[in-house]
């Protein structure tokens, strides 16, 4: 079975006992034709020494290092958790048999141990890998002896980015989960830069770390693009981190009420004019688990003026968790007796509730403030899977210990050290004997080569969704009879009715690098809704009686994980999110929700007319008639996502001997003005209530004893009359016991997931037709094949827009004159760029020419470093139309880095002085 992008696979391991590369540079000691470059070959074993050597590092004047600790000593566990290393705390060795493979290098030394004289990096040593199972990227890095110029280092802000340039040109789709959200190639690249903060462990021979989630982009072997990484050191006099998270069970708050660091790590930080912004943290103990909801506070400020506030705050809402948690997990009455609850009645008296009537109000309240607090849903993560699967044991769906961080406050003296530059891992190919292949600079060329990532989608997904209002109904429900005058109780009611479908198969494809064993994908269709209330149409008396008549607004679904939403107020968001089913019934299966609008009326009338033949069918006319659906809340459809759930075992084992099997979920937003489909006033599926279509009439198992299929009704869970046939479905096992007989003129059809028992003595009419197959009708949807994927990556796809994530969304740059608001057209910070000439200079002055491209054409702030990192002293000045001089007439011969910052936009250039 194809599973991805052939070509891309350059047969790489950093394995040190059994390195392989089959696209390595060519050594340019010698002419043609050009042998391989060995020193790029990895000899390092990076998990089995206690330290690591270093080679000519310079890190301050006067103070070279010599050593770095291993990566993973116990030391550095206690500041990132996820270094971990114990099997008995859920942690596991960086080694190669774990899937950890090593990107980049900076020792003083060749991957092969050989030293190279380059000086340009060697001030700051880094290592960094790369998980081919979870598409994780691993930083470690190192600054001096835990020294800024002047001060203490707090923490550092690691940025990994595509080359600034006013063009854009030739990206990749590998950056895409830091919107969130996934997205499919046949979109334009929008996030062109991530960035993770990581705390300073305070010791000098140990590295900091962050973390990055990458995705996996087939379309890298045919665009050679060069990705950035760099540091900048900081310290702070105000940030804040906020959190949240839902995480296996165990203790996440101590004896104190403190919180209890439970291994997670920052990753996908968004910068903008100095603050960090949609921050989130993702865990690596992950796995089948309970949800156990709580927030996380990590208070990162040393100066805060307001700290008992912000206590206080942090107390409340730990309060209001910990009732949470125990709803979620044992319900309404253990926690309405529960000691958290008390203290919830003194931290939050407001919130604290009972089960009395009385305190509905509270409750409601109270669960307003858990989703304030928890947020909305992290829409992508991945999680492993550690549950063992026995057949015929179902799989578990697995959930993700997953947390998110919010970031506020300013940064404060960053010291920029830029990093390499090297090129996507999968694009540098070597292409022949004959011509000379070769990295710019030592930390060019990754030493990991293969296409990072697991899993992407092609071209965006196409649902088909249809709405109708079906037409009001009357029930009525009591008569009180009080003399002459009877009191008549009814109500009056219609549904808007939403269907929804994958409108055409999924093209996807898995990394071809990777060794897949088996895979399954299930998916689902999640409907975002946002409601509005027109006219405010609260209770009021009728006819001068105290009887409320008032809109009662309730949700049902079909084949919906939740069929009722409660709505607290009329004007609020909800989701609906259909069941996950194999992605090869998707074509086939139909996920309904409705919102359920009724109007209850008291209304007394006279015996003698109440007892009218006529009398309810001309009741019920005069409230249809009188209907204004304006007045109604309006159920509008906000945001339509879908979600793919990915299953994939590998074939191969961890270093513990247990198989890597990883579940990873996507979710891709909907483009709903160019597809979705809607089909107004009309059903996908007439009537799917009483349907096949409804899953929830077909069981788990079914047992059928003795029945005849006699034309009425099937009064059987399980199975469903269509005309004149019967369809009995099981998910999983259908058990026959005793004589299944049929009348004449119908069909019978019984259908099992898995399996037909028909235990001894049972007998099956003929008119029974028994078959095994999927309780949804599959239409096969396999990865796309290595042709297709080359066609699209190329633009030679005839059914598709291709391939266009190596192009960026946004252009412009943000308003400066208005710096609090989101710009009309989503700009990012990285369209700000500029050029400096000439470079390399042997001139005492060196232009700086903002590009037309950035459309800024104010003040910018230029600074200049060294390769220490040292501020150098410079004069510069504008001499109109974007472009500025800058005296290097005092700067002696070198390389040094040129700044230029605005409006919160930041660029960085290297310039040699000669």
């Known amino acids: 079975m194809n599973r991805g992008y052939a070509q891309c696979d350059n047969n790489v391991s950093t394995n040190p006992i059994n390195p392989i590369n089959n696209a390595l540079p060519d050594d340019a000691t010698g002419g043609t034709p050009y042998s391989l470059d060995s020193r790029y070959l990895n000899t390092f074993n990076w ?51 774990n899937g950890w493979e090593l990107l980049l290098s900076n020792l003083g030394r060749y991957p092969d141990g050989t030293v190279h004289s380059v000086t340009i990096l060697q001030n700051v040593p880094y290592l960094v890998f790369y998980n081919r199972y979870k598409g994780v ?184 968790l910990k009732v949470f948690k125990i709803v979620v997990k044992l319900g309404l009455t253990v926690a309405t007796g529960s000691p958290e609850m008390a203290t919830l009645a003194v931290m939050a008296p407001d919130l604290a509730f009972d089960t009395t009537a009385a305190s509905q109000k509270n409750k409601k309240a109270f669960y307003k403030e858990v989703e304030k607090i928890l947020g909305q849903e992290f829409n992508t993560y991945v999680s492993e899977n550690y549950k063992k699967k026995t057949i015929p044991e179902k799989p578990v769906m697995p959930t993700v210990s997953r947390t998110e961080m919010y ?249 513990s001997g247990e198989p890597h099997e990883y579940t990873y979920v996507h979710t891709y937003k909907i483009d709903m003005d160019n597809n979705l489909t809607l089909y107004q006033n009309n059903y996908l599926v007439p009537n799917i209530n009483s349907t096949v279509y409804n899953l929830s009439h077909f069981p788990d198992n079914l047992v059928l004893n003795n029945k005849h299929f006699n034309g009425g009704p099937a009064n059987i869970i399980g199975c469903v009359k269509d005309g004149n046939s019967y369809y009995c479905k099981a998910k999983d096992t259908v058990i026959i016991q005793g004589d299944l007989t049929v009348a004449n003129g119908y069909k019978v059809y019984i259908q099992a997931g898995e399996e037909v028992v028909a235990l001894p003595g049972s007998s099956v009419s003929p008119e029974i037709t028994l078959f095994i197959a999927p309780v949804i009708d599959e239409i096969p949807m396999p990865p796309a094949t290595e042709t297709y994927v080359q066609n699209f990556c190329t633009g030679n796809s005839p059914n598709s827009d291709g391939y266009k994530a190596n192009v960026p969304k946004y252009y412009r740059v943000q308003d400066p004159a208005k710096p609090n608001t989101e710009p009309d057209d989503k700009s990012r910070l990285y369209d700000f760029d500029f050029t400096l000439f000439p470079n390399p200079t042997n001139a005492n002055i060196v232009s700086l020419q903002l590009n037309r491209d950035s459309d800024i054409d104010s003040s910018i702030e230029i600074t200049m470093h060294d390769v220490t990192g040292k501020l150098v002293q410079i004069q510069s000045q504008s001499t109109g139309a974007g472009m500025y001089t800058i005296d290097v007439s005092n700067i002696e011969s070198g390389t040094y880095f040129v700044t230029g910052s605005t409006y919160g936009n930041k660029v960085t250039k290297r310039l040699i002085v000669q």
Not at 603 to 610: C, H
Request: proline share 5%; hydrophobic share 35%; charged share 15%.
């Open 47 to 97: 998990w089995t020494p206690s330290n690591y050597s270093l080679m000519n590092m310079q890190f301050n004047p006067g103070a070279p290092y010599t050593t770095m600790e291993n990566i993973q000593p116990n030391t550095l566990a206690a500041y990132y958790g996820y270094l971990l290393k114990t099997p008995v705390s859920g942690g596991q060795e960086m080694n190669h048999e």
């Open 137 to 320: 990227v691993r930083v470690f890095v190192r600054y001096g002896d835990n020294t800024y110029p002047g001060s203490a280092i707090n923490g550092v802000k690691i940025n990994l980015y595509y080359l600034q340039n006013s063009l854009f040109s030739n990206l990749s789709g590998i950056f895409r989960l830091g919107e969130g959200i996934d997205r499919s190639l046949d979109q334009n690249t929008a996030v062109v830069k991530l960035t993770t903060v990581a705390p300073t462990n305070g010791q000098a021979h140990f590295w900091m770390s962050g973390d990055f989630q990458v995705a996996y982009d087939p379309c890298v072997c045919n665009n050679l693009t060069d990705i950035s990484l760099d540091f900048e050191f900081f310290t702070t006099t105000d940030l804040k981190l906020y959190g949240r998270a839902v995480t296996i069970d165990e203790p996440l708050i101590d004896a104190n009420d403190n919180i209890i660091d439970n291994n997670g790590f920052l990753s996908g930080v968004d910068f903008t004019n100095s603050q960090a912004e949609n921050g989130y943290v993702i865990y690596k103990n992950m796995g089948s688990m309970v949800e156990d909801y709580v927030a996380r506070y990590h208070i990162y400020d040393s100066l805060r003026t307001d700290a008992n506030m912000h206590n206080a705050e942090v107390e409340r809402n730990l309060a209001i």
């Open 407 to 655: 970031f506020e406050g300013q940064l404060y003296q960053e010291q920029l050290i830029l990093g390499p530059t090297f090129s996507t891992p999968g694009s540098f190919v070597n292409q022949g004997s004959n011509i000379l292949n070769e990295p710019n600079d030592v930390q060019s060329y990754p030493i990991y080569n293969n296409p990072l990532g697991i899993f992407t989608l092609l071209e965006s997904p196409k649902i088909d969704m249809s709405w109708n209002r079906t037409e009001p109904e009357c029930t009525f429900h009591d008569y009180l009879y009080s003399g002459s005058i009877v009191n008549v109780n009814y109500s009056r009611s219609f549904k808007n009715q939403y269907q929804f479908r994958l409108a055409e198969p999924l093209n996807y494809s898995f990394n071809s690098t990777l060794n897949i064993l088996d895979y399954s994908i299930e998916s689902a269709i999640v409907a975002e809704i946002e409601t509005e209330q027109s006219h405010g149409h609260d209770c009021y008396t009728l006819y001068g009686l105290s009887f409320p008549e008032c809109e009662n607004l309730s949700i049902s679904g079909v084949n919906m994980t939740s069929n009722n939403h409660p709505i607290l107020n009329y004007n609020e968001n909800f989701k609906m999110n259909s069941s996950f089913v194999p992605i090869d019934g998707m074509l086939n299966f139909v996920s309904e929700f409705s919102s359920i609008h009724s109007e209850s009326y008291n209304q007394t009338f006279g015996q003698a007319q109440a007892s009218s033949p006529n009398f309810q069918d001309s009741i019920c006319q005069v409230r249809i008639n009188e209907i204004d659906y304006n007045e109604y809340t309006k159920p509008n459809i906000k945001n339509v996502y879908l979600k793919l759930l990915v299953n994939i075992t590998y074939n191969d084992s961890t270093d």
